[in-house]
């Protein structure tokens, strides 16, 4: 009654007119292990979880058990350390479990159904004589459990070993997981990004544009809202950037500069280092590089999209699919 339960019956209690209570009958009366005799409904043809209001006067409810019944036990294995991978559903009345049963007449023909949440997949039934079946079918003689296992089913989808991108080039890496429970979280655990760039960890976006050259490796970890996991390791081989000559010299001979804020931090850390872009760098640059072009394309914005991990898709109905 309003939340508080009473272990034995009859139950009263004092109320004053107008006052709203819920009140809530057993589902069984436990007769041995794995049986019971179910609720049937109230004396007034009320369903067993009612609202009621007091009146003027004293009111009588007969909560009403008649079938005996037994239980139908249905467990999982624990394949995320924790994370529920899955719900059930049984036939005949499209039944949930209250907890890890249900409940049924002698001699029903249960049919149970396996749900994988996303992120996991179905494998297998334990404790029956067809395990691959989903739904399964039970003959309920007597009180039973069946268990069912589920898997963790992403992986990590393959990625090139190295990722060659171009310095002062402005970069969007966007690292992806599907069919993860999203919000999904990012972050890198160990290694680094060149400087220049930055890893987004709500969205796993990286971008910017490198200022420094050479192969960078790190690990990343995504980790989605029910704490699934997946991790990669990417490594990303910086290259020196494709510069013209007019591009180096704009600055100083032409009526427009045509250099970027991260080619005049390069180039400048490329030659004299003295945190500004002057003629200097460009000496010290045409020295180092005597085979530079007379022109080269202008930088553009370089996309590059990285799966990081498969969530498995869920198989059946009932459980919310999350994209």
């Known amino acids: 009654v309003d939340g508080t339960v009473y272990s034995s019956s009859p139950v009263s209690f004092l109320s004053a007119p107008f006052q709203a209570h819920q009140i809530t009958a057993p589902a069984g009366i436990p007769l041995d292990e794995g049986r019971r005799i179910g609720f049937e409904e109230w004396s007034d043809g009320a369903a067993r979880s009612r609202q009621f209001t007091t009146q003027f006067s004293d009111q009588t409810f007969q909560a009403l058990f008649e079938r005996e019944e ?20 049984a036939e005949p009345g499209a039944k949930t479990p209250e907890g890890d049963d249900f409940w049924y007449a002698p001699g029903t023909s249960v049919s149970v159904l396996a749900v994988p949440r996303t992120g996991f997949s179905f494998r297998d ?14 003959a309920l003689g007597a009180p039973s459990e069946i268990r069912a296992n589920f898997d963790v089913a992403y992986n990590l989808v393959p990625i090139p070993e190295t990722l060659e991108i171009e310095a002062t080039v402005p970069q969007e890496i966007r690292l992806q997981v599907t069919d993860g429970n999203h919000p999904v979280s990012w972050t890198i655990e160990s290694g680094g990004l060149p400087e220049g760039l930055e890893l987004d960890e709500g969205s796993g976006l990286i971008t910017g544009a490198a200022l420094e050259i050479g ?8 980790r989605d809202d029910i704490g ?17 000559v007019d591009v180096l010299v704009s600055a100083f001979v032409a009526s427009q500069d045509l250099t970027t804020q991260p ?29 530079l072009p007379a022109a080269a394309p202008a930088a553009e914005l370089s996309r590059t999209v990285i799966r990081m991990g498969e969530f498995a898709v869920p198989t059946g109905t009932g459980m919310p699919e999350n994209d």
């Open 263 to 291: 080619q005049r931090i390069y180039m400048d850390r490329e030659g004299n280092a003295d945190g500004r872009y002057d003629i200097g760098d460009v000496r010290a640059y045409l020295v180092a590089n005597p085979g």
């Open 70 to 89: 037994l239980r139908l036990r249905v467990t999982t294995n624990d394949p995320a350390g924790g994370i529920v991978p899955g719900a059930f559903t």
């Open 228 to 244: 699934l996991e997946a991790r990669t390791s990417v490594s990303l081989d910086v290259m020196r950037p494709e510069l013209g």
């Open 215 to 222: 192969e960078f490796d790190f690990d990343v970890l995504a």
């Open 125 to 138: 039934w334990s404790m029956t004589s067809t395990p691959l079946a989903n739904p399964l079918s039970v």
